[in-house]
């Protein structure tokens, strides 16, 4: 089995994302979403072992402020370490977000759309649609010399185009947002209890359950359970849910749960 990617989560949550895929071969790395600040950014960096500098480009995946508002900051604080890496983001991400239209002329802006496949420093990245109230959103399948890692949040429903990108992965990062009961009985006003659980807000425990248990090929030996929700859910419901699947068909993968303020690795 080829382990060449790593998956690091800075930070996962609504408070914030910010995830590093690895090539650990040559330490060369791309950041996805940027809803961290610069010190947390760095401290986890080098709590993963990876130099920052080593990262050539960031991918966003929407434009909502969790994934986008550390942007300015991050950048700039890289530009500073002598690093410029380009930023990539789909058309109209970039017309509805103001943090990515404000790195407009400071930094190297790249635009792609869903099934495109971006070939960064010998990693390519394929771009897939996921099911969200954003202006475009997106995630993410990584290929790099035979190994394959895949990166899903912020989705309503898993369609069959994200379930192909998902397939067959060594590392999977796969949201499980809420526990569908605890959103029902929550603090949230209706309204947003409706569009958490739309077809267009966030994968329950139970919907990353299900997905999972499709997902599971010989090649999978990593999950991590990714935008958690601190109010309609906990830390230990998304790993206790996903390693049931797990071990009811005694799969040997290894389930971990991102948090939002701290560092998640697999590799
Ligand atoms: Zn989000
Ligand atoms: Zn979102």
Redesign the pocket.
């Known amino acids: 089995m080829v382990r060449r990617l790593a998956v690091h989560v800075l930070a996962s949550g ?1 408070g914030g ?1 910010a995830t590093i895929v690895e090539d650990t071969a040559t330490g060369a790395g791309v950041l996805v979403d940027c809803g961290i600040c610069k010190r947390d950014f760095l401290a986890r960096c080098e709590e993963a072992g990876f130099d920052p500098t080593r990262l050539s480009a960031v991918l966003v995946t929407h434009e ?1 402020t ?2 986008t508002k550390g942007l300015g900051v991050v950048m700039r604080g890289l530009s500073k370490l002598g690093v410029e890496p380009a930023v990539y983001a789909d058309v109209a991400v970039r017309a509805a977000s103001r943090e990515v239209a404000a790195l407009e002329g400071t930094c190297d802006m790249r635009v792609f759309s869903a099934g495109d496949v971006l070939s960064i420093e010998g990693m390519q990245a394929h771009v897939f649609r996921t099911s969200h109230d954003a202006a475009a959103s997106c995630g993410f399948r990584f290929e790099c010399a035979g190994d394959a890692a895949a990166l899903m ?2 989705t309503g429903v898993v369609t069959g185009e994200a379930h192909e990108a998902l397939l067959d992965v060594r590392l999977l990062a796969l949201e499980s947002n809420h526990d569908a009961h605890m959103l029902e009985r929550g603090p949230y006003p209706y309204s947003v209890k409706r569009r958490v659980a739309s077809d267009r807000g966030h994968l329950s425990n139970a919907q990353a359950a299900e997905e999972l248990e499709a997902l599971l090929t010989h090649r999978l030996e990593h999950v991590v359970a990714m ?1 958690v929700s601190q109010r309609n859910n906990t830390y230990q419901l998304p790993g206790e849910t996903l390693a049931a699947v797990v071990t009811r068909a005694g799969h040997g993968a290894c389930v971990q749960v991102a948090c939002q303020d701290g560092l998640t690795s697999i590799r």
Request: no cysteine.
């Open positions: 609504s994302n909502h969790d994934h949040t912020d935008h």
